[in-house]
């Protein structure tokens, strides 16, 4: 029997909509022997993650920093997933409180456009949904479904809703800043989907090369938004500039349709993550 180990997902402490305690249990139920907590760009799932793990469960604390590339205008937005740092590193506990701000006065700007337009969302009732997490779209979506405006979460990210029209941009960390923070505080940083073009605008493979040479570590190639052509190229990337390559589900509760698990990281990828972390230890 193999090791399933899930390395990508979120609480409520970002835009999931399992508490902390309740994705731990939904993941030893799923069957996972690992999985990461990595919310956007926040800690505050860990403790309560720690608390409710049932036995047999690793738990790899971890986050999901919103970044930004300069290397083009307007920049290009990345996710970098971050592994076992210490969450008390001051540089990176501001910057990430900062990109937390930024969020909320986006997310209300946002509303102030869909409002603009006669759109009934208010901006109390998607703090409510939040319930104190860090603030995204899926939030927004959340209000757009029970306004009955569109019927999914995925079709509130089409580009007539907070896909294009009311999407604003976020004031994200700079990518190479992000990977240097994540390395002083111990952690082991991993590029998030890196080819998801459905997202939206992607980063050359150059870029990628230059992240490698400032502390990557890895790459996450299996993933819902990448197509087999795109996990492929992924695997080639990293075997290239000698970086390891994980997969996860992404998972996000039901404001996504991926179930915990949908896909694994190999045990070897995630010894190496451990083996390089300094900040905190993964947790059994
Ligand atoms: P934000 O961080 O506020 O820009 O919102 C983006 C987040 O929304 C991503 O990190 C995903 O978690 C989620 N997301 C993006 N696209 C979709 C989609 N099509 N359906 C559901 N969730 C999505
Ligand atoms: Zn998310
Ligand atoms: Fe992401
Ligand atoms: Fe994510």
Redesign the pocket.
Known sequence: MSIRIDLHT?STAS?GTLDPAELVRAAAAAGLDVVAITD?DTTDGWGPALRALPPGLRLVRGA?L?CRWDGEQPPV?L?LLAYLFDPEHPELVAELARVRAA?LAR?ERMVDLLRADGIGVDWPQILALAGGGT????HI?QALIRAGLVTT??E??GPDWL?ERY?LP?EDIDVFRAVRLVRAAGGVPVFAHPRASR?GRIVPDELIAELAAAGLVGLEADHEDHSPAERAHVRGLAAELGLLVTGSS?F?GS??TVQLGAFTTGLDAYERIVAASSGVTEVA
């Open positions: 979120h835009d956007h999901e919103s937005s996710h969020r997310g603030v995204g779209r899926p979506a979460t995925a509130a990210f896909g999407r976020k997202r992404d996000h404001h996504k």
